[in-house]
Structures are given as structure tokens and as C-alpha cells.
């Protein structure tokens, strides 16, 4: 007669393996990049009119409300990628600083009223993480 009820062990053993072979098939670094895509970058930057701030608008619409602080990159991910590839200089441990200066906009969440109450648009080098010649990480 079969064992009946749950088997942790069982469950735990395809966990495992369904990670392994997402990681083998390169499948975690794409999505590390969307993921990045969907937290970092904002291009081409919408005009206003926004009801409440760009970083009310921008933060809600992407379910990233409530974050302390994110930086939004106006510049195409092809850009943003060819830092990864000689459009940056390399700072170690998969680290890249633009050459370049890029537009950006930080976004400051105020716990006192809720909400983020200045944009802070600005022009300057960036770093980023690549893996497999894509950005994946940004370094506030």
C-alpha cells in the first residue's frame, strides 16, 4: 500500500531542481533584467500634466508606492545596456559607471504626508550592475 498525505521531501526535491534549471538556462538574469527595466527605467520621461508629483504618478502606476527611495533612468535600455559594454568603466565586481552623464529622477518617499512630495531631476553618471552583458541592479 502507497504512503498517503504530503511529502515535503518530494515538493522540496522539484523546488530545487526547477531552480537549478532556471538558472541554467540563463532564465534568472533576464529576469533580473525586467525586473530592473520595471524599477530604473523611464523612457522617454512623461509630461506633465500628473495628478500629485511625476513620482506619485510614476511609483503607484508600477506598484513600487511606499519605496524610501528609486531612481528613475530617462534614457532607452539600449543605453543603459551599452554601459555594460564599453559605454562605462568597469569599478569591479560587476559594477559599471556611465561615461556618460544620464538624465535622471530620484524619488524620496515622505513618511510625514505620505507620499513623494519633490522630484529630483538631474544629470549625472550612473552606476549599474550587468550580468551577461545586461544592466540588472542600480546603485542609488
Known sequence: MAPRGPRPTLLLTLGLLAACLALASGQAWAELHKIFLKHHVDYPRPSPPFIGSYCDFVMRERGLYGTQVNTFIHEPSQSINSICLGNGTPLGGGLYQ????IPITTCRYRRQTGSYP?????SRKIVIGCWNRLAVYFRE
Open 98 to 101: 556611465s561615461k556618460a552623464f
Open 118 to 122: 519633490n522630484d529630483e531631476f538631474d
